[in-house]
């Protein structure tokens, strides 16, 4: 062995590279060599141009970005972006249109922060509809779950109100869409003897309300001066009221970290989206949530490059030119191609790499996230559509990545759901507090219509393509969100990005650099080697 190096070390550097046939990794070493003993730039890791042509298809997990030069602070790092040609959003974040992540509580979270919630169609079209109207009624971080009564109803038990409410709202006809008459505050329901009573025998009447398009401070200020501990939030138009918001929610979001300007629509509304599908019925449902005030729709199928999904496209475009469009899924630069060719407005990247998500192992069609959002943003790039990564985002590290690789913004499930803002409730499994997370995909959902998503709502056998689950309770959005921006913003420090444009030409430029991890590697990168651990990110 000895007398092998030697042999080498005896000879010209040059002479045992050309001698020599170097596979990958190791030709790159000895080339860096040569290049530092020539005085010419060091040649390390690979450009992404290189490494995504190698015929591979790549997770986030299966790549590793190599450090650059840092020269700028963490905080100056700037996240804001494009969700589309036209929307801007301050934060890079998307909640994925699933009947388990986005509905009214999410989208305002969301755009609170500064992203965007996209609200399911896996319902009617007036009930989606509904939960856009509902969402852009808000200008605070919060939807409370309201309890309506009408003035002969009566309070027949406490456990009947579930997360046991500030209050209950009597209205003339029981529901959120009539006139607020009174409050039954919780101290009074529960001193009760005579649960049967009639609710208008002790509601109090002259109840204090505030206009529904006050901000947090605004409330904050008004609950102070009125010396109140709740106030409902009413539409000065009609009297309906939106929400109830009580001193002790405003202490708490006052505590949750603040990201920066929330996301806002030409109406001076709270950006929202909706998912709608590329069937003829979708035409209707479309209008529904255009005069809804929805922001953006995406057409939401398992795969875009249809004659269906084109179509649609194009008559979105004729019909309604100022709604931007979002069209996916794809994996593929022809795939992307095509929906630009149509007329797209940004584009969604991912087939088969949620966490819920069996399309590669049923269908086996698909492509690594990694490689995806690389090949697609390559193509979108040209023409200045923005890329949504559409799943596979586990930790902070993958939404660096997916940015990093050419995205605009990520599409996120699995990370928001189990949040509190996460339609369902909460559950208990094994003595953890879960909430349930189905992939639309999955049987259960399809039964309620997400299998058109799949183009198989004509099919006679319903083949699932994502399973039902839980996730753990994460808390609030509005708390772990800013705190995994901070580490996103760490990330971009790293490697010397300052924004993700300027992420975007590094890559482009082969400053960037990227190898790709062996599984040892990757165990190495976690953690790793000790008997037991507690992690927590913040």
Not at 82 to 96: D, F, M, Q, Y
Not at 254 to 259: A, E, I, N, Q, S
Not at 301 to 329: A, C, H, R, T
Request: proline fraction near 4%.
């Amino acid at each position: 062995m000895f007398g092998y190096i030697h042999s080498y070390v005896c000879m010209d550097i040059n002479t045992i590279v050309r001698s020599v046939i170097l596979p990958g990794c190791v030709e790159q070493i000895f080339l860096g060599m040569v290049s530092a003993m020539d005085g010419a730039p060091i040649d390390d890791g690979f450009p992404a141009e290189r490494l995504f042509n190698q015929g591979y298809s790549y997770t986030y997990d299966d790549v590793i970005f190599l450090p650059h030069y840092i020269d700028f602070p963490t905080d100056s790092v700037q996240l804001s972006t494009k969700l589309t040609r036209n929307l801007n959003l301050t934060i890079p974040c998307v909640a994925s249109p699933m009947d388990t992540v986005t509905e009214s509580s999410m989208a305002v979270a969301m755009a609170a922060l500064g992203g965007i919630g996209i609200v399911h169609s896996n319902n009617s079209p007036s009930d989606q509809a509904a939960i856009i109207r509902s969402a852009k009624s808000h200008r605070i971080p919060f939807v409370s779950d309201l309890i309506f009564k009408s003035p002969s109803d009566s309070i027949d038990s406490v456990g009947e109100f579930g997360s046991s409410p500030t209050c209950i709202l009597v209205t003339e006809s029981g529901t959120g869409k009539s006139k607020l008459l009174g409050v039954v505050t919780k101290s009074d329901w529960e001193a009760l003897n005579d649960k049967q009573a009639r609710v208008s025998d002790y509601m109090v009447k002259s109840t204090i309300s505030a206009p529904s398009d006050y901000d947090l401070e605004q409330v904050a200020v008004f609950l102070a001066a009125k010396n109140l501990e709740f106030v409902p939030l009413v539409k000065e138009r009609d009297g309906q009221v939106v929400d109830v918001v009580s001193a002790a929610d405003v202490d708490k979001i006052w505590g949750f970290p603040k990201l920066g300007m929330p996301s806002m629509g030409s109406d001076g509304k709270f950006m929202v989206g909706a998912a709608i599908g590329t069937r003829e019925s979708d035409k209707e449902r479309l209008e529904q949530l255009v005069k809804a005030g929805a922001n953006v729709v995406v057409l939401d199928s398992s795969q875009g490059n249809s004659s269906y999904q084109i179509d649609m496209i194009k008559y979105v475009k004729k019909m309604y030119p100022e709604l931007d469009v979002i069209g996916g899924n794809v994996v593929t630069m022809n795939q992307a191609h095509n929906l630009i060719q149509a007329g797209v407005d940004g584009l969604r990247v991912g087939m088969g790499s949620g966490s819920i998500c069996t399309t590669q192992e049923v269908c086996a069609v698909g492509r690594g996230q990694a490689t995806a959002v690389y090949k697609v943003s390559s193509i979108a790039e040209r023409s200045g559509v923005p890329v949504i990564a559409d799943g596979g985002i586990s930790n902070s590290g993958h939404i660096v990545k997916a940015l990093v690789l050419g995205a605009s913004t990520v599409m996120m499930g699995s990370f928001l759901a189990g949040s509190n803002e996460a339609p369902g409730a909460y559950e208990y499994q094994g003595g953890h507090r879960i909430k349930k997370y189905r992939g639309m995909g999955s049987l259960e959902a399809m039964l309620k219509g997400s299998d058109a998503r799949y183009l198989g709502d004509t099919a006679k056998l319903k083949i699932a393509q994502g399973v039902v689950g839980a996730v753990a309770d994460k808390g609030s959005v509005l708390k772990f969100l800013p705190y995994n921006m901070q580490a996103v913003k760490q990330g971009f420090q790293d490697l010397g990005a300052s924004s993700l444009q300027s992420a975007h030409e590094l890559l482009r430029s082969s400053v960037l650099r990227l190898e790709v991890r062996s599984g040892a590697a990757q165990v190495e990168g976690g953690v790793h080697g000790l008997v037991s651990y507690e992690k927590k990110s913040f």
